[in-house]
T-cell receptor
Framework: EAEVAQSPRYKITEKSQAVAFWCDPI?????LYWYRQILGQGPELLVQ????????DSQLPKDRFSAERLKGVDSTLKIQPAELGDSAMYLC???????????FGPGTRLTVL | DQQVKQNSPSLSVQEGRISILNCDYT??????FLWYKKYPAEGPTFLISISSIKDKNEDGRFTVFLNKSAKHLSLHIVPSQPGDSAVYFC??????????FGQGTRLTINP
């Protein structure tokens, strides 16, 4: 069964350092999402891509976060510099444009010390 | 403003009995609803969905019910099994609205 791949699974970094997460969506899925999930809460959308274009990045803290999907396939989410409050699970998901059934990867657990 | 709410943070059910997880929403533009299951240190796994043109959708042991007038949906799991112990999220989308998740309900199935 096709899956969304993410790496690394775990990342520990010190504040002010740069971190990057990678996601490879299910083959054929044009829409890719990055979410952040804080313990005890549901996932919150950071950025949505349709192919290589950003569709929604209204909740992305653009002063420190950036995301790209240059060839419309895999994607990278970067944080620079990392802050203590960035500690969370970062989830990638993909879907066909409709219906909006999103399939999630295993996530990257980020700990900022 | 929480558009999707799961008011029960946790639920404990005996193995073999029915588990009922509830979810309320406020945005009348939502027309597609999903349930996801999440184990610790893993990403959410899609379970079942329902479109607003239906009021029930069934898949094996899982059934989702939608009450549009009450803006309420529920997930029924019967019979409940130990492997069902996880956090369950409901989510909703519609129109130009992105997928919005509830806070999750931790389900524990007791032997």
């Amino acid at each position: 069964e096709a899956e969304v791949a993410q790496s690394p699974r775990y990342k520990i970094t010190e504040k002010s350092q740069a971190v990057a997460f990678w996601c490879d969506p299910i083959s054929g899925h044009a829409t890719l999402y990055w979410y952040r999930q804080i313990l005890g809460q549901g996932p919150e959308l950071l950025v949505q891509f349709q192919d290589e274009s950003v569709v929604d990045d209204s909740q992305l803290p653009k002063d420190r976060f950036s995301a790209e999907r240059l060839k419309g396939v895999d994607s990278t989410l970067k944080i620079q510099p990392a802050e203590l409050g960035d500690s969370a699970m970062y989830l990638c998901a993909s879907s066909f444009p409709t219906p909006d059934t999103q399939y999630f990867g295993p996530g990257t657990r980020l700990t900022v010390l | 403003d929480q558009q999707v709410k799961q008011n029960s943070p946790s639920l404990s059910v005996q193995e073999g009995r029915i588990s009922i997880l509830n979810c309320d929403y406020t945005n009348s533009m939502f027309d597609y609803f999903l349930w996801y299951k999440k184990y610790p240190a893993e990403g959410p796994t899609f379970l079942i969905s329902i479109s607003s043109i239906k009021d029930k959708n069934e898949d094996g042991r899982f059934t989702v019910f939608l009450n549009k007038s009450a803006k309420h949906l529920s997930l029924h799991i019967v019979p409940s099994q130990p492997g069902d112990s996880a956090v369950y999220f409901c989510a909703a989308s519609g129109g130009a609205q992105k997928l919005v998740f509830g806070q999750g309900t931790r389900l524990t199935i007791n032997p």
